[in-house]
């Protein structure tokens, strides 16, 4: 079982950077596949960025790419999604999610554990 905490959620004018971390614990991440998704009002859940466990690949959403950095420290337990450049329609609650199987399935949407989420609010 593990279990994952974000945080670093905020208010944030357009164009700001906000920095997220997806804390875990009861088990060690090097096992996973880490991702982040989002789900703003009204709107389905939607994928962001995937890492792969042995940090070979990286996988981004389009309409993230070259904005949003995922990245991985093993040591700390820690996943970090990075984001520039922000957007108000970035406004969602994002979560964190593990899944062991590959990052090209957390890109399909499926992942065996998921976070509470940390709301991003960018105002325009």
């Known amino acids: 079982q593990v279990q994952l905490v974000e945080s670093g959620g905020g208010l944030v004018q357009a164009g700001g950077s906000l920095r997220l971390s997806c804390a875990a614990s009861?088990?060690?991440?090097?096992?996973?596949?880490m991702g982040w998704f989002r789900q703003a009002p009204g709107k389905e859940r939607e994928f962001v960025a995937a890492?792969?466990?042995?940090?070979?690949?990286?996988y981004y959403a389009d309409s993230v790419k070259g904005r949003f950095t995922i990245s991985r420290d093993n040591a700390k337990n820690t996943v970090y999604l990075l984001m520039n450049s922000l957007k108000p329609e970035d406004t969602a609650l994002y979560y964190c999610?593990?899944?062991?199987?590959?990052?090209?399935?957390?890109?399909?949407?499926?992942?065996?554990?998921w976070g509470q989420g940390t709301q991003v609010t960018v105002s325009s």
């Open positions: 009861g088990q060690s991440i090097s096992r996973y596949n």
């Open positions: 999610a593990a899944e062991p199987s590959s990052a090209r399935t957390i890109v399909a949407g499926i992942a065996n554990y």
């Open positions: 890492i792969s466990l042995a940090i070979i690949g990286t």
